[in-house]
């Protein structure tokens, strides 16, 4: 059975992970006959939001691994304890944690850089040449990642893409039912809500993502 490691980034759209995306992950890495073991960065939130007002509760602080817990049930592990040669693929829901607590893409765009924990853990997947999948903002990390060239989407947002282009990623525009698939990288990524309108259209390509990283795994 292959093993695939997910790596969260909080919990909830606008602070960490976005929960449709990772638990539709979850669920894909286990209907295409898989198993799956989360991992997250041990460090604090760049902040916190309020889901229902979506203002910034300032006096509030959580942690990026025990936050993205309450998404695993509790079965997850700091990142750092990440290694590829136990996993034969890697996968990233997006949600705007990847962009503000894997890295600081939502304030930096164009210059970002990675966590450098979460950096190391995605270099080591690509280093030995096994699959990874990228999820909604989470691509904007791919260049960061794979270096000049490499190829990813976020859909059509052309600011978004400005800054994965910037980074020194080649953006290819991509409707929310497909995936791009860079074959020299072995990566893939897909819009899910960068453009999903409903939890059924982000479900449609985050299963096809999950069902072409584990084929090329």
Known sequence: MKKVAIILSGCGVFDGSEIHEAVITMLSVEQNGAQYQCFAPDVTQMHVVNHLTGEVAEQESRNVLVEAARIARGEIKPVTELNADDFDALLLPGGFGAAKN????????????????????CQSFAK??????????????????????????????????????ALGGEHIECPVSEFVVDEANKVVSTPAYMLAGNISEAADGIGKLVKQVLAMA
């Open 102 to 121: 894997l890295c600081d893409f939502a304030i930096n765009g164009g210059e970002a850089s990675m966590n450098s924990d979460v950096l190391a853990a």
């Open 128 to 165: 030995v040449g096994k699959p990874a999948g990228y999820i909604c903002i989470s691509p904007a990390m791919i260049p960061m990642v794979y270096g000049q060239g490499a190829q990813a989407t976020i859909g059509t947002d052309l600011d978004t893409a400005a800054g994965v282009t």
